[in-house]
């Protein structure tokens, strides 16, 4: 059985999976949706800081409660910031991952935190301005965006008013140490197999991809490797709200090499 472990991007929690979820659960698979500290998972025991390490340990979590000896096939699936942690984990055990999907994320770098793929430089410049401010420790975050401008983190094409209207209600503040952060990577999760999913409505495509590959990026290399799949998706940032049934069937395929 395939055990998709999902992750969220920024400001959201468990609940954008929720049709998602169902339509993975009624084709036979097994979901998590992990809970991020602060972001729908409470906060750390120690009431520390909340930062990248801490989201890592969250998702590392359920991976060790899910893989057992029964054969289960652990696909990591991240979706915009939460590609970070989702590298992170699989680095950390990737003997346990079966397949890493990037859901209309970047491509993370050792070293690099999820500030530098935010593309907008106003709202890296208002990240860096909280930090450089003082506002950092335990309670430290970036406040979630106003209904009509969540489009400056991604595509809003095809969202209903009313999922629109929920993702802003339910919208938690992001630390600030989880986009600050560097990501720390040994190496070990190049080993796993990784599918892409890009989102047109952003901009994104696989002729794209391939044209920046073509020109000879070197952090872009690893993906003419041939256990490396691509899909596209004709809908905006947030598919699992757009389209939840089109992602459904993106992931199981993904899924399946």
């Known amino acids: 059985m395939t055990v998709f472990i999902l992750v ?59 893989v057992g000896p029964d054969g289960r096939e652990v696909v990591l699936v991240g979706h915009d910031y939460g590609i970070h942690p989702v590298l992170g984990a699989a680095d950390r055990r990737a003997g346990s991952v079966a397949r890493v999907v990037y859901l209309d994320s970047g491509l993370p770098q050792d070293g690099a935190p999820a500030l530098a793929a935010v593309a907008d430089q106003g709202l890296r410049e208002e990240v860096l301005r909280l930090a450089g401010g003082g506002a950092h420790g335990a309670g430290a975050a ?30 938690s503040p992001q630390p600030l140490g989880t986009l600050l952060r560097p990501l720390e ?20 495509s696989i002729a794209m991809v391939q044209a920046r590959v073509d020109f000879g990026e070197p952090a872009l290399q690893a993906l003419t490797d041939p256990r490396v799949t691509f899909f596209e998706l004709p809908t905006g940032h947030w598919p699992m709200l757009s389209d939840p049934d089109a992602l459904a069937v993106t992931l199981l395929r993904a899924a399946a090499g």
Do not use: K, N, Q, Y
Request: glycine content about 14%.
């Open 142 to 171: 970036l406040p979630p965006p106003a209904r009509d401008a969540w489009h400056l983190w991604g595509s809003t094409a095809g969202i209903p008013d009313a999922a629109l209207d929920r993702l802003t209600a339910l919208a």
């Open 185 to 204: 990577l040994t190496g070990a999760a190049a080993s796993v197999p990784m599918a892409g999913v890009l989102c047109t409505g952003g901009g994104a």
């Open 8 to 66: 969220s991007g920024v400001f959201t929690g468990p609940h954008v999976w929720d049709d998602t979820a169902s339509r993975l659960t009624a084709a036979g698979a097994e979901v998590r949706a992990v809970a991020l500290s602060g972001l729908g998972g409470g906060h750390p025991a120690d009431g520390g800081d909340i930062d990248l390490e801490t989201h890592i340990a969250d998702v590392l979590r359920v991976v060790d409660r899910t």
